[in-house]
């Protein structure tokens, strides 16, 4: 089983649409989860932490859910430049590293 | 600002010749990570390293070696390329214990023909 699985989508929508995401990790030690975002080709840049409480940044909204063991990012308002594979990441076993999700990728059209 | 630098940017090896990859961060990060990238397979950490002059293998450090001699700077090598490893490749570094957030480097393109 991977550590941190998504459903890959293709998810598409319309512009001003809302649209969720959730993944799921295995490693229930882990102690640190974040979101990020990856454009065709580029490296993955950090969208946001996501905090036991749950946290906002913008249109932006990701939720950890500790006892089912997942994640989810909320994106409201959804603008063209939000095309982009969206990765989910939870801390390692070790604790030094971290495991990366394979990605759900958003297609939002005009 | 440059944060985490990549070099080279693609190159083009022959089955069997040997390549450096260089990573290098002005961020005084204590870790230091190499990830491959391959189409379905997201990110797979090769090795990284916890401080100057320690490495640690990652899920698919076959193949490769590393070393971090200077706290800036992380090395990936190959020894003897194999087409398996055509990929893209990503630096990335941190601050905190690994549990903290990571920033990655632009990438650098392999093909090994």
């Known amino acids: 089983r991977k550590e941190v699985e998504q459903d890959p989508g293709p998810f598409n929508v319309p512009e001003g649409a809302t649209v969720a995401f959730n993944c799921t990790y295995s490693n229930s030690a882990s102690q640190s989860f974040f979101w990020y975002r990856q454009d065709c080709r580029k490296e993955p840049k950090l969208l946001m932490s996501v905090y036991s409480s749950g946290n906002e940044d913008g249109r932006f909204t990701a939720q950890l859910n500790r006892a089912s063991q997942y994640i989810s990012l909320l994106i409201r308002d959804s603008k063209l430049s939000d095309s982009a594979t969206y990765l989910c990441?939870?801390?390692?076993?070790?604790?030094?590293?971290?495991?990366f999700g394979k990605g759900t990728s958003l297609l939002v059209t005009p | 600002n440059a944060g985490v630098t990549q070099t080279p940017k693609f190159r083009v090896l022959k089955t069997g010749q040997s390549m450096t990859l260089l990573c290098a961060q002005d961020m005084n990060h204590e870790y230091m990570y190499w990830y491959r990238q391959d189409p379905g397979m997201g990110l797979r950490l090769i090795h990284y390293?916890?401080?100057?002059?320690?490495?640690a293998k990652g899920e698919v450090p076959d193949g490769y070696n590393v070393s971090r001699l200077k706290k800036q700077n992380f090395l990936l090598g190959l020894e003897s390329a194999a087409p398996s490893q055509t990929s893209v490749y990503f630096c990335?570094?941190?601050?905190?214990?690994?549990?903290?957030?990571?920033?990655f480097g632009d990438g650098t393109r392999l093909s090994i023909l």
């Open positions: 990335a570094s941190s601050s905190d214990r690994g549990s903290g957030p990571q920033h």
């Open positions: 390293s916890v401080g100057e002059g320690t490495t």
């Open positions: 990441v939870a801390t390692r076993n070790s604790g030094y590293a971290l495991n």
